[in-house]
């Protein structure tokens, strides 16, 4: 039996798995609390990822209208809670990573601006588009609660560009949940730690 080789592919196994089963990071807009709570911004940059607004393409004279993403807090101490919404009806809110490469987006926290029982104020289903590092593209709409308080969507899409969603009105959104898309080399790693863990355990049997 080949103990080294053994440990070797467990070690190889256990550091590759390790690095398959990526973090999730957490876009929560606490930054917003330094100094831009409750100011309109552009973007707003957290954990490596931006979240831009389009000020739904409106013009202010000549030129675009830029800062149409605000920020609000609720509760006090350490229940307080800072989330984000778009300032303009039909504006696109749009998630990506600064560096460009792909991710995966686990959920997203929603919740209506205005809950009326008319919907002539809130929008109660947001629709989404994804952007696939392939080149391919989907939509998906969710459908809010109509009640106060924040919604957790899953939405489990993998390997995106970058994802938007539009509302017809403002719409409330915190803790956007991405993990990182495993690269290539590891998945190689891992193939290549359980090829050898399968081979000296085959190895063994024989000895
Ligand atoms: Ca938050
Ligand atoms: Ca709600």
Partial sequence: ?????????????????????????????????????????????????????????????????????????SG???????????????????????DGHSFNFESIDLDEYLNLPSSVFSDYSIDFSFSYADGSHAKKTVQLDRRTGFQTFQLNERNLLNASWISSKSVYFDNLKTSNVPEPASLALTLLALGGLAYSRRNSKRA
């Fill in 1 to 73: 039996m080949n103990f080294r080789l053994l440990a070797l592919s467990a070690l190889l196994g256990l550091s590759s798995a390790a690095s398959l089963a990526a973090p999730v990071t957490t876009v929560d807009f606490s930054d917003f609390s330094a100094n831009t709570l409750r100011k309109a911004v552009k973007s707003v940059t957290e954990e490596g990822f931006t979240v831009s607004n389009d000020c739904a393409n409106i013009k202010s004279g000549r030129k675009p209208l830029e800062t149409c993403l605000m920020s609000d807090a």
């Fill in 76 to 98: 006090r101490g350490n229940k307080r809670n800072v989330f984000a919404y778009n300032v303009f009806n039909a504006s696109t809110t749009t998630l990506a990573r600064e």
